[in-house]
């Protein structure tokens, strides 16, 4: 099958490579000049396991195509990915300027008949909207399809993601419109969600804000699991065997970040308020997942009487392990409340080297600890587990090590005389 994506973030650039590695012929769109070359040319510019190799193979089999041309894809294409970004306003509404130009192009250039995929995560009603939107530009409709098939890659994971989906989730008007889908994913072993268009969006939404709340009532449980000296690891064991609950998404730790879960719960808040519904839940959630941070600030504070001229080395950028993305990040977060008390930071992520005014980012690990007087873990990369803890603790200053991911055992780290304080470890 000839397919079209629109956008070429992780989501696009996974969707099309995989579609590419299942067979179809794919043409990936972006209007970005400079990342289209370098992709032309084989070079990936994200870091996503995987994706580097399987673009160079599927560029070799002459299955996959990088263009900027947008329209003469959308002629030669039946089908027509959109995956480009729908970044957050303030208040939790969308800016669909990338989505409403992709349509605007769309509707000048159909001329036979296309099967519109929505990937891109859009608030419910969104893809009726576009429905409507083509009808009044005059596409008659008998010539399109649109389809809603929301996207739950995990930056990091997303090529296993996108061969090894759990379920395929597809919101249609039609119910002819599935044979295509049917056709596209054939190899795929998952099965089918089949809803309306709004069912499917909602469910997109539902996963994130159901995910990120299983995040922020661990953390809440292990704030007070803390005060009650309990073990967090223990439940959380304890509650992920529990066939109901699933072991997933219940690490402690200083929250969650990126681009999908804090954008995801502000967004459904604010569908619900469109419709005059308060979702408490999600703004609790979101209120946990604020203030976590400060939890672990104040407990440093207990043990200096201020942060000024503090030397804190933070470990991980990344909103988490194998990715180079910070947006949202919560080490982010923790850095800036910290410089704010007047704390100077050092920091070092195996793949993150951001030019930052106010920190220090170093190449390397141990440069990054010298003569620190705290350590925090941020993000929980592996590299963190297997340091020269003996090497670490003799380039410091202070003995303070902050576990923000529990993924140090305390009672080894304690040999190495270290005051550990970990997310309600015991
Ligand atoms: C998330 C979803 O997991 C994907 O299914 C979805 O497709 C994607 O959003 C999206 O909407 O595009 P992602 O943002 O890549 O994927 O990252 P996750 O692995 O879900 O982690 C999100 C955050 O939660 C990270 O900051 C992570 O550190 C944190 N987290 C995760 C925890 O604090 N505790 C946990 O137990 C799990």
Redesign the pocket.
């Known amino acids: 099958m000839k397919i079209c994506v629109i956008g070429t973030g992780y989501?696009g650039l996974t969707t099309g490579t995989v579609l590419a590695d299942l067979g179809h012929e794919v043409y990936c769109v972006d209007k970005d000049k400079l990342k289209i070359e370098t992709l032309a040319r084989g070079e990936v510019p994200i870091y996503e396991p995987g994706l580097s190799e399987l673009i160079v193979r599927n560029k070799d089999r002459e299955l996959l195509h990088f263009t900027t041309d947008i329209r003469r894809a959308i002629q030669k294409c039946p089908v027509i990915f959109i995956t480009v970004g729908t970044p957050a306003n303030e208040d939790g509404s969308q800016d669909l300027t990338a989505i409403n130009e992709v349509i605007k192009t769309l509707a000048e250039e159909i001329t036979s008949h296309k099967t519109i995929i929505t990937k891109s995560?859009v608030l419910p009603g969104t893809n009726e909207k576009i429905i409507e939107t083509l009808i009044d530009k005059g596409i008659d409709s008998s010539m399109f399809d649109l389809i809603s098939n929301p996207?739950?890659?995990?930056?990091?994971n997303a090529v296993y993601?996108m061969f090894h989906p759990d379920r395929i989730v597809v919101g249609v008007k039609r119910k002819e419109s599935m044979k295509i889908v049917e056709e596209l994913y054939e190899k795929l072993d998952a099965p089918y969600i089949i809803t309306s268009l709004t069912g499917a969006e909602m469910i997109?939404y539902a996963?994130?804000a159901f995910?990120?709340t299983?995040?922020s009532f661990?953390n809440e449980l292990s704030r007070i699991c803390d005060a009650y000296n309990v073990e967090i690891t223990d439940i959380a064991n304890a509650l992920g065997q529990d066939k109901r609950i699933a072991p997933?998404?219940?690490?402690?730790?200083?929250?969650?970040?990126?681009?999908?879960?804090p954008k995801?719960v502000r967004a459904l808040e604010y569908a619900a308020k469109q419709k005059n519904i308060v979702p408490e839940i999600l703004t609790a959630v979101q209120h946990v997942n604020d203030t976590q941070v400060d939890v672990y600030i104040e407990k440093l504070m207990t043990h200096f009487t201020k942060l000024e001229g503090k030397k804190i080395t933070v470990w991980g950028l990344a909103?988490?392990p194998e990715?180079d993305d910070t947006r949202e990040?919560?080490a982010l977060v923790l850095i800036k409340k910290l410089l704010v008390k007047g704390a100077h930071i050092q920091a070092y992520d195996p793949i993150v080297q951001l030019p930052q005014k106010s920190i220090t980012v170093h190449h390397d690990i141990y440069e990054s600890i010298r003569g620190a007087d705290v350590l925090i873990i941020a993000?929980e990369w592996n590299q963190f587990k297997t340091v020269d803890w003996k090497k670490v603790k003799d380039l410091m200053k202070g003995d303070i090590l902050v576990d923000g991911r529990n993924i140090i055992d305390p009672k080894r780290i304690e040999s190495y005389q270290f005051q550990y304080i970990g997310v309600a470890r015991q």
């Not at 996207?151 to 990091?156: I, M, N, P, T, Y």
């Not at 997933?248 to 879960?261: D, E, M, T």
């Open positions: 989501v995560t996207e739950f890659l995990r930056e990091g993601d997109k996963s994130n995910l990120a299983k995040i661990i997933y998404f219940l690490q402690a730790g200083l929250g969650f970040g990126g681009s999908c879960f995801d909103f988490k990715t990040s919560r993000t």
